[in-house]
């Protein structure tokens, strides 16, 4: 049984060598251990995997400023001490974001999965697309921040951009999504929605509820601070009212959804209770909409939970259903003691009162209403993306009937010099 | 105060070290300074100084000598490390030829005090250096060796740093220079204040003559304010005097001085009321003294507390736009006044750069409440610069209040303390006054040192470029969708047909000898690559799966594997030592690639295995696990306390399931 959806999915084995350095909590093996379980649970056969081309310089530099992105490049091991200054400018070399070996090339990779995804998704030839190797979002134009070095997501977004009015981006890492909430602060074509721990100077220190975007962005940026031991319930039944509140006011063309694995209990940088079945749910329930969705991965630094979430989640995407026994793999061990999807409860305490969330979602809804009682210029503008298609014609058209009216008169002169010539000729003929 | 100094940069994480010192040292040169007790030699020039520098030295170093001494020798260390890039290593402490070992703090102190290395040197006084020094006589060149190899690069930064004056306006050279613009312009916001209080009330020439003195101190130079600052505390101050270590506080009773007298001699009503405000927009001035004052005296004039609130409510947040100009009737007559724009900038630069001064010091490390890692690992650089700020001002404010000196320099046990340390030495402390803990705390949660609401930086810099909507699709990137390579576009020759249903997981009943045992489970994953093997086809090989799990130690032999064991026990992580840099030394013939791929692949998948088994009753005694002979000593059977798994694994108990 096939899923009705068609979906694409984006893996390069080159990730797997890729090492921040020593204790540095990132690990891209991660991705490796997250293929090979979406492979021996045989998903591979409901969708399509395709190697991502290399994102180049140039792509790069779409958002990043080219001079960061040529910094990158040229950066390696040995010769950051020769760029200490460059290195503090763009924050590079501080324990977060270390400089290592093959640290351009895996920019390229992770980027270019989700640029092509994005590409894949305008040029609907699939529904969905997937490349867990994304969601760095905390990468600044200008600067590397918490792990990240390149912001695929606001790449991918801007090609997202290219095809669709208005783009939806909704964000359940623990951390903020600060790199793309401010890369899209000032539009109104991109709306932002980060759920995360807000509080205790918790990474990135943003992500207030009043932080809403300025300018034509005003209100379309939304950010649901939460606090430490949040639990599945609390957090689907807010994530689904505002999502579908966020949905039915915003109607987006697509939605971006970054899936950061870090929100789960027991991960090593975070401090939410969420189990698997809670992350997914907000996975699923995006799915529901039935837009074209891009999905990515995130933060997640407890390996094997991060494999399992977003095997699950390949699973959620797909329509099936994964047995709770983990099949046999390579990374078998890694699973034990229990070989299951299950992970164990967080026992974080959940400071998260039900007056707090309630305050938190009534000013989140208090601003979205702002949107819908705002002349919706912007809505009125731009037709739903359905639409579209028609309306390109409608706009090509006119400057093809344009164009052919102005080959028409060229033509008609020409004929008329020709008919001239031919006169002549004829009577050039004639005589 | 050289020695907390000190003792703050040892606890600063290397890379910030650079940036730290530049703050210290920046700060220094826009007040009092740190510097004088004897680091600058810049600013060293004044015999009494030294003087006093040598009383502290010698005084303090006979209590905490050693603190002290290793304080700095893990500065230094630091320092070289970080500065020089480690490109030799040095041990510490450095030892003569003859076995002594000599004390780098008293060494450099010795060579500052003779005017530097250069002068040293000219003036060939090695052999008096070592003299001084007490190692005896005749070793100069050997002390001018270690000094050189030790100290050199240190006091040349020193150097350097304080003769680079012209930090102004170079916004964008990075977070150091922005945080030195930012004291600065709070200093000089400071002063400016003063000289608003004072031009109100025009009742006291002296006190207008003080405040021309410290503005001028403050644009001159830091000379000419050191020596107005002496001055000062000259005449201020009869029973402090030999405080001599906090200039900090020197200089803030100046302040407080200044805006006492002025108060008590202003006939102004008593707003009882208002007094927990005014306490707080207070401190915006970075005085606790003022603070005192005003809790003291409790008078205050209308305008003065409208500024200050304004002010508050302006440092709080810069860029809230309700708050709205400053008040303006009082405010008229200085509109032309240099010190109105200066009012400005500093608002300016508040609000362009607070969000990126505190992003700069913040981590996503260190925002672990619950880290698994080592944890003293990321201890360093829990304190930052707003704290390290706040800390210094605590520290004046309770030595200011009297208490003893000594108490407060802080013991070795405190450099391994969170963010909390201050708060907790105050708690330590009974004999404490109870105003000044109140005092202390309430500086901690001051408004301008609490960390703000970081916003969202706007600018060119930060936002993406998006286009507006045309509503017509952009042209068509066909190019660049990514290469397809599942499913197969042809079908290859050994495509296996049949398979296993989806999910289907191991059976229960597997038909192996020993079900469950290693070699039933190396058997099925042997099985289950096979079968993948043949499915995948080139599938498998694009995907890298051929390195892939433990048969990537298939490439290693057996001597390696030994090897990278044994350097992976001899560095164990909860010692956090880091044994990548030693693999590399033992095993060049391995890429770090296969390394990390071997680590990550073989070594950590057998550790969990043996973990996984070894847990149970039933020890298999597999060759495989003979590596981890030893460990198993140190764990009780039915209970993991793998403090050395960079797993982090959660499970209490582990169970083998297979």
């Known amino acids: 049984m096939r899923s009705k959806d068609r979906i694409s999915y984006f893996y390069d084995g080159d990730v797997g060598s890729v090492y921040f350095g020593p204790n540095h909590p990132m690990k891209p093996h991660r991705l490796c251990m997250t293929h090979h379980l979406v492979l021996s649970y045989e998903l591979h056969k409901k969708m399509e995997i395709y190697r991502p081309h290399k994102a180049y310089p140039v792509e790069l530099a779409q958002f990043h400023s080219a001079d960061y992105v040529e910094f990158l490049h040229r950066i390696t091991p040995d010769t950051q001490h020769l760029f200490l200054n460059d290195m503090a400018k763009y924050k590079l070399g501080v324990d977060d974001c270390p400089v290592f070996e093959n640290l351009f090339e895996f920019c390229q990779i992770y980027a270019g999965g989700t640029i092509d995804a994005a590409r894949r998704l305008n040029n609907k030839l699939c529904d969905i697309a997937i490349n867990w190797a994304g969601g760095l979002h905390h990468a600044k134009k200008c600067e590397a921040s918490g792990f990240c070095y390149v912001n695929d997501l606001v790449l991918g977004i801007l090609e997202l951009l290219k095809y669709h009015a208005r783009v939806l981006y909704i964000d359940i890492d623990v951390h903020h999504g600060d790199g793309v909430e401010e890369a899209f602060y000032f539009t109104d074509r991109v709306m932002t929605v980060s759920f995360h721990k807000y509080g205790d100077s918790f990474f990135p220190g943003t992500g207030d509820v009043k932080e809403i975007g300025l300018k034509e962005g005003k209100y379309y940026a939304i950010n649901v601070p939460l606090k430490d031991g949040i639990d599945d319930n609390s957090f689907t039944r807010l994530f689904k009212t505002l999502i579908s509140k966020v949905v039915e006011i915003y109607q987006p063309g697509v939605i971006v959804l970054q899936c950061g694995a870090d929100s789960l209990a027991g991960d090593r940088l975070g401090c939410f209770n969420l189990s698997i079945d809670g992350h997914a749910e907000c996975v699923r329930f995006v799915k529901k909409f039935n837009l074209p969705l891009l999905v990515t991965g995130g933060g997640g630094y407890t390996k094997e939970n991060v494999a399992r979430c977003w095997t699950v989640e390949t699973g959620v995407l797909l329509d099936t259903d994964l047995p709770n026994k983990i099949p046999d793999n390579e990374y078998i061990k890694y699973f034990a003691p229990d070989y299951s999807l299950n992970i164990q409860n967080g026992h974080i305490e959940n400071l998260n009162s039900k007056s707090y969330l309630g305050t938190i979602k009534m000013q989140v809804l208090e601003n979205l209403r702002r949107i819908q009682h705002a002349p919706g210029v912007q809505m009125q503008e731009v037709p739903p993306d359905f639409y579209i298609p028609d309306f390109d014609e409608d706009e090509e058209n006119p400057d093809e009937r344009i164009h052919q009216r102005t080959q028409d008169k060229h033509i008609q002169r020409e004929d008329e010099y020709y008919d001239g010539d031919n006169d002549h000729d004829c009577n050039m003929d004639d005589a | 105060m050289t020695f907390v100094f000190f003792r703050f940069l040892t606890k600063l994480n290397l890379n910030s070290i650079t940036c730290w010192s530049r703050v210290c040292i920046r700060k220094s040169m826009a007040g009092r300074s740190i510097l004088d007790d004897g680091l600058s030699v810049a600013h060293c020039k004044t015999p009494d100084k030294f003087q006093t520098c040598n009383l502290s030295v010698n005084g303090c170093v006979k209590q905490e000598k050693d603190t002290y001494r290793s304080s700095f020798d893990q500065y230094v260390s630091l320092f070289l490390k970080e500065i020089c890039l480690g490109d030799s290593f040095r041990p510490l402490p450095p030892m003569l030829g003859n076995g002594q070992s000599v004390d780098l703090l008293k060494l450099f102190f010795v060579v500052t005090q003779k005017g530097g290395y250069d002068t040293v040197s000219k003036k060939g006084l090695w052999d008096k250096v070592g003299h001084d020094h007490g190692l005896g006589s005749g070793i100069g060149s050997a002390i001018r060796l270690i000094y050189n190899k030790y100290l050199d690069s240190l006091e040349r930064e020193l150097l350097k740093i304080s003769e680079d004056k012209d930090f102004k306006g170079q916004l964008w050279c990075g977070s150091v220079n922005v945080d030195g613009v930012l004291m600065e312009l709070e200093r000089e916001f400071e002063f400016f204040m003063l000289k608003v209080i004072d031009q109100r009330k025009k009742t006291d020439a002296y006190h207008h003559l003080e405040v021309e003195k410290s503005e001028l101190s403050c644009t001159d130079g830091c000379e000419a304010k050191c020596q107005g600052q002496n001055l000062k505390v000259e005449k201020s101050e009869a029973g402090s005097t030999n405080d001599v270590s906090s200039d900090m506080s020197e200089n803030q009773k100046v302040d407080a001085y200044v805006i006492d007298n ?100 913040q981590s996503v490390y260190l925002c672990q409440q619950k880290q698994r890692m080592h944890p003293s ?246 060759d495989d696990e003979t590596e981890f002979a030893l460990a198993t000593n140190k764990y009780d059977c039915g209970k993991t306390k793998l403090t050395r798994s960079i797993l982090s694994s959660q499970r209490k108990k582990a169970r083998v399931n297979l």
């Open chain 2, 262 to 361: 002025v108060k008590s001699k202003v006939n102004s009503n008593v707003y009882a009321k208002c007094l927990m405000e005014d306490e707080e927009e207070m401190m915006v001035l970075d005085s606790i003294e003022v603070k005192q004052a005003v809790f003291h005296h409790k008078r205050k004039k209308d305008c003065v507390s409208r500024m200050l609130r304004w002010m508050a409510s302006i440092a709080k947040d810069p860029t809230d736009p309700s708050i709205g100009t400053l008040p303006g009737y009082p405010w008229e007559p200085y509109s032309s006044n240099v010190y109105w724009k200066q009012v400005l900038l500093a608002r300016e630069v508040l609000l362009l750069k607070r969000p990126k001064f505190s992003s700069s010091e």
């Open chain 2, 377 to 622: 690992m990321f201890d360093d650089q829990i304190g930052s610069v707003e704290r390290l700020r706040s800390s210094l001002r605590l520290h004046s404010a309770t030595k200011a209040q009297g208490s003893s000196q000594s108490s407060f320099l802080g013991t070795p046990s405190d450099r391994n303390a969170g963010p909390s340390l201050f708060l907790k030495r105050m708690e330590n402390q009974p004999d404490q006054q109870s105003l000044g803990r109140t005092d202390s705390v309430s500086v901690l949660n001051s408004p301008y040192d609490a960390p703000i609401r970081k916003r969202i930086p706007v600018g060119q810099y930060f936002q993406a470029e998006v286009l507006e909507w045309t509503g017509l699709a952009a042209e068509s990137d066909s190019k660049w969708l990514g290469t397809i390579v599942w499913p197969l576009e042809k079908r290859e020759p050994n495509f296996l047909i049949e398979r296993d249903p989806i999910g289907k997981c191991k059976t229960d009943s597997c038909g192996c000898h020993l079900p469950g045992s290693v070699e039933c489970v190396r058997f099925h994953v042997a099985e289950k690559r096979m079968k993948i093997k043949l499915e995948l086809g080139s599938a498998f090989y694009s995907w890298k799966f051929e390195m892939m799990g433990e048969e990537v130690g298939l490439s290693w032999t057996e001597e390696e594997e030994k090897k990278f064991n044994a350097v992976v026990q001899a560095n164990p992580q909860s010692q956090n030592k880091c044994f990548w840099g030693q693999m590399f030394k033992f095993l060049p013939t391995k890429s770090r690639e296969d390394q990390v791929s071997y680590y990550f692949n073989v070594f950590l998948l057998q550790r969990r295995g043996y973990q996984n088994r070894y847990t149970s009753s039933n020890i298999d005694s597999d």
